[in-house]
């Protein structure tokens, strides 16, 4: 998986990884996905943060379906979010 070079690039990875868990049958990781879309024409700082939780608890809920490709994509993904928020010079909250 290369950098994503936009929001709408994440947005399509979000995207693809919400159907994904919709035909899985995991409802509430894929309404989890869904709410943080809808920040995506609003700060980028937030919409960033939406994304990094809700992929936080796509992992930290580990659905049968998850395959550990697809989960190495997801932690490089939520690895990025951390870089990104590290070059800003903020910090991402662990949503715990």
Known sequence: MIPFRSNEDLQSFVD????????????????????????ISGPEAEYLHEVYLALKRVLASRPAALS??????????????????????TAVESGK
Not at 70 to 79: G, K, P, S
């Open 16 to 39: 693809e990884l919400r159907g994904f868990l919709q035909s899985s049958g995991e409802v509430d990781l894929t309404d989890l996905l869904s709410h943080a879309r809808r920040f």
């Open 68 to 89: 550990g490709e697809r989960e190495d994509e997801i932690q490089q993904v939520v690895r990025q979010i951390d870089e990104t928020f590290g070059s800003w010079g």
